[in-house]
């Protein structure tokens, strides 16, 4: 257990997952804590804090997947809240709604935790923002050269003609997609280009909380037993539990992933076609990023060492962040 005197010195610590040190604030650590910040309502970015501070989208979806007592604190974008020593303020990050980086100042330095991020548009989430700080803790998935997607445009219209298409064949299309993110966002990519939609139980109660927060994705019906003519479905990942949607006549199937950029997804994923469309930064964007936060000290996590290799050889002050650290102090 770090001590008073050693946290006073340093910003953040590593535990099996990232603490800031001035209120031991937790950020997406996927154990119970007394106080955790929700980047994201991704279940790999959460646990059932005592309470848990997030944006006001996040808290909604956070309370519809563990339940609607649980405590929350709301940290709309752009509007500082204070804790203990820290002042911190919520930006959009752009991977789902309500998703949020956060930047902590401890009146010394600065400190932008990005959670999973991506820049540009999106259908269903704010556009992210990049605030400067001292030191950038920043996701890294897709930290590989070969990452670099096609422009997002090329790829939304790749999908609906390639829907139009399977509807105009009397197959049914079925897309596979996260219930939470992704999948609103395929919906309302499809309804917006006039593609009624059915969707996987589970993901249709998430959407409706999409609703609720005031996004809307859409026609859109919860699948029942049949789809309607016409219509394309929305379902779970292939893998996951309760994927598979009874009484599709003549599926296709579709992944959108930006894991895509790989030939062999669409096998491993045992699908007819794979779509680049990813709600992550792509490489371009990660590299984007670095230069604009223009901190002192980088911390890549969740992605490859190639990256904050590259980083390294282009000047850069970078750092691997993973799970193997014990506990230790930066």
Excluded: N
């Excluded at 106080?35 to 519809?64: K, N, R, V």
């Excluded at 007592?69 to 820290?86: C, I, K, S």
């Excluded at 911390?299 to 506990?327: I, N």
């Amino acid at each position: 257990m770090l001590s008073e005197r050693q946290l006073a010195s340093k910003m953040f610590y590593w535990d099996r997952g990232v603490f800031l040190c001035a209120a031991r604030l937790g950020l997406d650590v996927t154990r119970r804590q007394r106080l955790g910040f929700i980047s994201h309502a991704h279940a790999d970015h959460m646990a059932t804090h005592e309470l848990a501070l997030a944006t006001p989208a996040t808290a909604a979806l956070y309370q519809h997947r563990r339940g609607a007592a649980r405590r929350t604190q709301a940290l709309p974008y752009g509007q500082p809240v204070e804790l203990g020593p820290l002042r911190l303020t919520t930006y959009p990050a752009g991977h789902c709604l309500g998703s949020a980086m956060l930047l902590a100042d401890d009146g010394r330095q600065t400190l932008l935790y990005t959670g999973d991020f991506k820049l540009g548009p999106s259908a269903t989430s704010e556009t992210a923002e990049l605030p400067q700080a001292d030191i950038l803790i920043m996701e890294s998935t897709f930290g590989k050269p070969k990452y670099r997607l096609p422009p997002r445009a090329e790829v939304v219209e790749e999908l609906i003609a390639l829907v139009q298409q399977v509807l105009r064949s009397e197959q049914t299309p079925v897309v596979h997609a996260y219930a939470l993110g992704k999948a609103q966002e395929v919906t309302k990519l499809l309804t917006g280009a006039g593609i009624a939609v059915v969707q996987h139980p589970v993901t249709y109660a998430v959407s409706q909380v999409y609703e609720a927060c005031g996004m809307p994705v859409g026609d859109v019906k919860q699948f029942s037993g049949a789809v309607p003519s016409g219509h394309a479905v929305v379902t779970l990942p292939r893998g996951m539990r309760g994927y598979r949607l009874a009484g599709i006549t003549a599926p296709v199937s579709i992944a959108v992933t930006g894991w895509a950029m790989d030939s062999s997804t669409k096998y491993r994923q045992q699908v007819d076609h794979a779509l680049p469309l990813s709600d992550h930064a792509d490489y371009e964007q990660l590299l984007q990023t670095v230069e604009q936060v223009g901190a002192q000290s980088i911390y890549c996590t969740h992605g490859p060492r190639e990256f904050v290799e590259d980083l390294r050889v282009r000047g850069f002050q970078a750092f691997p962040m993973t799970g193997s650290y014990q506990t230790r102090l930066f």
